[in-house]
């Protein structure tokens, strides 16, 4: 009797014109790339272009604190020195001691000088507290620019840019030179190959997208650097403005594409890093930025 109650109901309902409850819609979760957030996806994997863990929505931008301590803290240009790093938690003030790796290592530093003639891409040791050793020997005195390039774990990717005044001769005014650049395209010839750079626009434009493409001879045996086909640094020539990116495109082949918004109208020193033949290049190439007219 009840089986025949329930098929006469459902045989009404019908009839009726009733429909079953619909399914409620899955949305498509949105991961992307805590690095370059345009790359995104429907499901967890890997950036295409960094090669970073995909997280599930955009993090919000959060500084992290960096202190630097240099030992002995009364030292010259030409006596090595050791720097500690130490990432402070924005919340609590403690020590960050777990970090997620970038391009295969946890922590880049990156030194330029004030008159961007020196340029140093090198990895402090991490220590078991969570800090990180690198010993420096500056070549001559005067001021740097220390960026340190790291991804907190349960934050988000910082490029945090310090400033390290480095004393000469003893007695000797420490040396404070504005950089004089001159513009310097073209082809820059570099260890074991050659790097030519072509720009759309030939003039980049302050704010505006700049395409920078470069292309390698000879480009057979090529190989990634720290996961990937080049690490670009961007300096404007007052230090201010430090950029650390890498390709936009790029296949293994003799050309690859970076894309650049220049946030001001300055002269800019570009360091891009390739290897080729277990050997890495570092071209280089300045750059003027110019007013929308």
């Not at 960096?66 to 938690?89: C, N, S, Y």
Request: hydrophobic share 40%.
């Amino acid at each position: 009797m009840r089986i025949l109650l329930a098929f006469l109901l459902a045989l009404s309902l019908v009839q009726l014109g009733a429909q079953p409850p619909a399914a409620t819609p899955t949305v498509p979760q949105d991961y992307v790339c805590p690095m370059d957030k345009d790359v995104r996806s429907d499901k967890p994997g890997f950036c295409p272009r960094c090669h970073m863990a995909l997280v599930l929505g955009i993090p919000d931008e959060e500084e992290y604190p960096l202190d630097l301590k240099l030992t002995p803290a009364m030292f010259h240009a030409g006596e090595k020195v050791k720097i500690k790093f130490q990432i402070k938690d924005p919340h609590t003030g403690k020590m960050v001691d777990h970090f997620e790796l970038v391009h295969d290592k946890l922590f880049h530093m990156f030194v330029v000088s004030e008159d961007l003639q020196y340029f140093l891409h090198d990895h402090p040791v991490p220590q078991p507290d969570g800090s990180f050793i690198f010993d420096m020997t500056f070549p001559k005195p005067g001021m740097y620019r220390i960026v340190g390039d790291l991804y907190p774990t349960g934050g988000t990717p910082q490029l945090i840019a310090k400033t390290v005044i480095v004393p000469g001769a003893p007695g000797a005014d420490v040396p404070l030179v504005d950089a004089k650049l001159q513009p310097e395209l073209g082809v820059s010839h570099c260890k074991n190959m050659d790097v030519e750079l072509v720009m759309d626009p030939p003039v980049p434009i302050v704010g505006l997208k700049t395409l920078l493409f470069f292309k390698i001879t000879p480009a057979d045996g090529l190989e990634q650097y720290l996961s990937s086909w080049a690490h670009m640094l961007v300096a404007s020539d007052d230090t201010i403005d430090l950029i650390h990116d890498h390709p936009y495109i790029a296949d293994g082949g003799p050309q690859m594409q970076f894309n650049i918004i220049f946030p001001r109208a300055r002269t800019y020193r570009i360091w891009v890093q390739f290897q080729r033949k277990g050997v890495v290049n570092t071209a280089e190439f300045t750059i003027p930025v110019s007013e929308l007219k």
